[in-house]
């Protein structure tokens, strides 16, 4: 079996952070990822607070990261995720998804959340006709169409503003009474003709086949309207891909999140955690210092160890 | 008297990445630096660590961060640092270098570190006659000639490395057995044939006028030699620029740095600090995250106040 000194799994900036440093410190890595580069990151339609780049898309600022990497002699294994861990005595033996099995002396894990489901009626029955997660990936297919986006935060607002790129019409849906974006958007929001409804709560996404529409509730008096629309974004909050953490048992909080000490190690001898699977700020800045202080700590974990 | 939201005291990568976060929150901010934009990292020759960027200059890596600061409509008061500061009831008052008064709501210290001056016999009296702490501001003058680096760290091995383009020779003391850089330069500092010289304290810097050598003594037997160069170059840790969080009583530890809590604030109600003035990772990549933290931080604090 390959022996490595770490397995970072998970290629977002937490991910990717990590490898850049500890490549720099001649560490023996892999970078495994079970979907595509890049993390949250990557499916923003812009990064415009990534400090050093004023406007770059994710995909591109991933991408750099990645070249970043690269250049350092290693790369992302793309497509190739990490079934299962077991804890044995001096690390982690890891099976693949591609078949292998790899023994490494530690592991970081960067998995990242993903986008919460509110598990409303017709949310998951239509996933995919309508109900998507990603503007930046399915947005374009909304061309001319209405639709509506779900959450005021930034990520809800700033895909607000790339769908009124397109779509015919954007309805932008927030539970509380104020939105909690950015100030910089709200000017933006305006003048994009964005239909926004605070204090709004989503009750049920509506269609048979495909989104026809959203049924919301005012929150103030309790009115019920229904809202046709041809697609439906939801930016609610994040959930916390945690399954490998808790296959070798490592803390968790309420949450979900890894709890970590100050050198980003779990309760787990040598298991590590960096980025928004920590519960930490979910910035891509953030992410990438988490994933460059984790591999400096792994780095003299190993050394002493 | 001008009234701002929030004054940020220092121009490196946690003033500048404070800055971006708190412009997009629409705060009313101010930059003061009392020298030039950039903090240590505009003094690394280069950058190869900052996620995104493969080598970068300190000094570009800084100028696309003001870059980025300046595109959304503030900037850096270069040359107008912040000489005294006075809490009041509502937030602080500031006495700037310039002769104006500012009043700020919040204040966020980011004066980082200055590179430690050891005290040597030789050291103050020979400063800018030979003896200096940034290599990539007097290392030009060093065409031809012999230096000696001191400390054996990342700066001081990438100070080094840079020195050996132009050098004739290049000496590099490190008081412990061992290097403690990133492994990646050690064949680049065998390839330059720069001597390295372990477990070796430096005990003065000779030269009436001008530098003309170093005495040191190896830690094994205690026996001191001199050696003959032009230049001695100092990477032997930071000194917390703490002047102005004494002034309001912000706690210090035992080092000297700020001490902060999860929300990057001090003891001292609505003022913060962020970066290696607060002794975390001395990472461009670390300070730029907290100076995010902050801002973000600091948005909330107004916010409920």
């Not at 339609?45 to 750099?64: A, R, W």
């Not at 309508?130 to 061309?143: E, I, R, T």
């Not at 700020?281 to 202080?293: M, N, R």
């Amino acid at each position: 079996m390959e022996e490595i000194d770490l397995a970072i799994i998970g290629s977002g900036a937490a991910g990717i952070g990590a490898a850049v440093y500890a490549l720099r410190r001649n560490l023996k890595i892999k970078v495994f990822e079970k979907e595509a580069v890049g993390g949250q990151t990557a499916k923003a339609v812009f990064v415009e607070n990534y400090p050093g780049f004023k406007k770059i898309t994710g995909l591109e600022l991933m991408q750099k990261m990645r070249d970043h990497l690269q250049s350092l002699g290693s790369d992302v294994e793309e497509g190739n995720g990490v079934k299962k861990i077991v804890k044995s005595k001096n690390g982690f033996e890891l099976d693949l998804d591609e078949g292998e099995k790899v023994f490494a002396k530690t592991v970081l894990l960067a998995t990242g959340t993903e986008n919460r489901h509110l598990g409303l009626k017709g949310e998951e029955e239509l996933y995919g006709k309508g109900v998507s997660y990603c503007a930046n990936c399915d947005g374009p297919f909304f061309k001319g169409k209405k639709v509506a986006v779900v959450g005021g935060g930034n990520s809800g607002v700033t895909n607000a503003l790339y769908l009124a790129e397109m779509a015919s019409k954007v309805f932008l849906f927030e539970f509380m009474p104020n939105l909690n974006c950015d100030e910089i958007y709200l000017p933006m929001l305006e003048k994009q003709k964005i239909e926004v409804m605070k204090n709004t709560q989503i009750a049920e996404v509506l269609g048979k086949y495909k989104v026809s529409g959203v049924k919301v509730k005012a929150r103030e008096n309790g009115k019920e309207k229904k809202i046709d629309v041809d697609g439906v974004f939801f930016y609610v909050g994040l959930t916390p891909q945690n399954s490998l953490a808790k296959q070798v048992g490592a803390e968790i909080d309420e949450k979900g999140f890894v709890k970590v000490d100050e050198n980003q190690m779990s309760s787990v001898n040598g298991f590590f955690a960096a980025g928004d699977i920590t519960g930490s700020l979910a910035q891509t800045i953030w992410a990438a210092a988490e994933g460059a202080k984790a591999a400096l700590a792994i780095h003299d974990f190993l050394r002493i160890k």
